[in-house]
Structure formats: C-alpha cells, structure tokens
C-alpha cells in the first residue's frame, strides 16, 4: 500500500497548500430549514454553483455535527463532480474520515467552507450516478444482473477488471464483486464480495493507480457504489481521449 499512502500525501500536501491561499472564511447564517430540505439543499446548491446557499445549507448541517455533512460532501464529490476533477474528488475524500486531519488543516468551518467553494467552482460530471441507475434499472441488463450475483467471487473480480464487455457489465461486475449484501439495491440479488481483492485487482490490471485509490478510500468512507465507479470511468475516459 506504498502507493496508496503516497497519494494520501500528495493529496494532503496540496490540500495544504490551496488552503494557506484562501481567506478565512466568515461563518453565514444558516439555512433556515430542516435538515432533510438542508442536505438537499446543499447538493443542488453545489450543482448550480451557489456558493451563497450551499454554505448556508452547511451551517445549517453543521448544529447537528460535522459527520453527515461530510459524508454527504464525499457523495456530492464523486456523484456530481467526477472524473472532471480528480483532485478535488481526492481531496474530499481524504478529509470527510479524519477530523485530526481537518483540525490541522486549520479547522472544520476553514476546510468545510473551502471544499464546499471549491465544488461549487468545479466542472461537473454526472457519469458515475447516471452509470449506477443504467446498472440497476436498464431492461437490456436485466439478464446481466441475474447472471452476474450466481458466479464466484473470482469470476466476478475477472469480470469486473474486463472491459471489453462494456462499462455497463463491467459496472454490475464490479459492484457484485465488491458484494451486494453490503451495498444493497433492490435490484441486485445479495451476494457477498471482497471490496479489497477487487480494487487490488484493477490496480494489477494498470487502471490509474490515483482513481483506485481515491475509490477504495472513497467507498470505505461513504459506503456509496458511486466511488467503485469512478476508476472505472476514469479509464474509460483516459481512452477515449487517446
């Protein structure tokens, strides 16, 4: 996990370094609402690029402590932000599990109010939430997703790295391989997978080392299917561009 730690340090130290050139934000009112239309709130603010609402959505998400908002903010990331912004998708995810961490970097509202403007500012892509709706409700994978739950967990994984099927069966492989009893759908038949073995595998099978990183810290920290997605897409991207 050499690589892995290395990127943490990489991600932390330009983390870092964006934050000593940012202001010391001034704290708004909060969003006077609850929490529910708050957490709303805060994603489509973030999607619009309303800096304004967003951080008064956070303030308001904030009474309750800091651990729902940041998960959520490690959601929004690699739900609406994507593989357009690798960077900011790591950065998230590298502080939403670690309050030490975001204490050091000069505190919870500081890196909060920093992240938030900086997803805000972002290009957006959408394409790992609308990849997991196709996986769960497109008719033409229906037989995919009866097949797939059936096999070993070997087989799974082997598929899951195989992108000559698609990205459509390699997404289902993926998140069958990882285990369905953990990350449910109603869709999907539980079945028990390995989320270590199969983001091992796609690190041996030479997708950027950077986005299976980020989608295994990802998907221990949010407990989201969105970040197994992204090193996916992140490849899938890489090549088309070449």
Not at 80 to 101: E, K
Request: net charge negative; hydrophobic share 45%.
């Amino acid at each position: 996990m050499v690589f892995a730690e290395a990127l943490t340090e990489y991600l932390i130290d330009g983390l870092s370094e964006a934050l000593t050139e940012a202001e010391t934000p001034t704290p708004p009112n909060p969003l006077a609402t609850d929490r529910y239309v708050a957490l709303s709130s805060l994603q489509k603010a973030i999607r619009r690029g309303d800096e304004d609402l967003a951080l008064q959505a956070a303030m308001n998400l904030r009474i309750e402590g800091p651990h729902a908002i940041w998960r959520r903010l490690g959601i929004i990331a690699f739900e609406d932000i994507g593989v357009a912004n690798i960077d900011l998708v790591g950065w998230t995810t590298v502080v939403i599990g670690d309050r030490d961490l975001r204490n050091r970097l000069g505190g919870e509202w500081m890196v909060m109010n920093f992240i938030i403007r900086a997803l805000c500012r972002s290009a957006k892509c959408r394409a790992t939430d609308e990849l997991t709706c196709l996986l769960e409700y497109a008719p033409a994978l229906a037989d995919l997703r009866d097949e797939l739950p059936g096999l070993s967990l070997r087989q799974r994984i082997s598929r899951a790295k195989n992108f000559t099927d698609g990205i459509e069966a390699q997404g289902l492989a993926t998140w069958c391989a990882i285990g369905t009893d953990k990350i449910t759908s109603s869709e999907l038949m539980p079945v028990p997978g390995c989320p270590e073995n199969t983001f091992d595998a796609l690190r041996d099978a030479d997708y950027p080392g950077a986005a299976v990183e980020i989608g295994r810290m990802g998907l221990k920290r949010t407990s989201c299917i969105l970040a197994a997605m992204f090193p996916l897409l992140y490849r899938a991207r890489g090549t088309s561009q070449t």
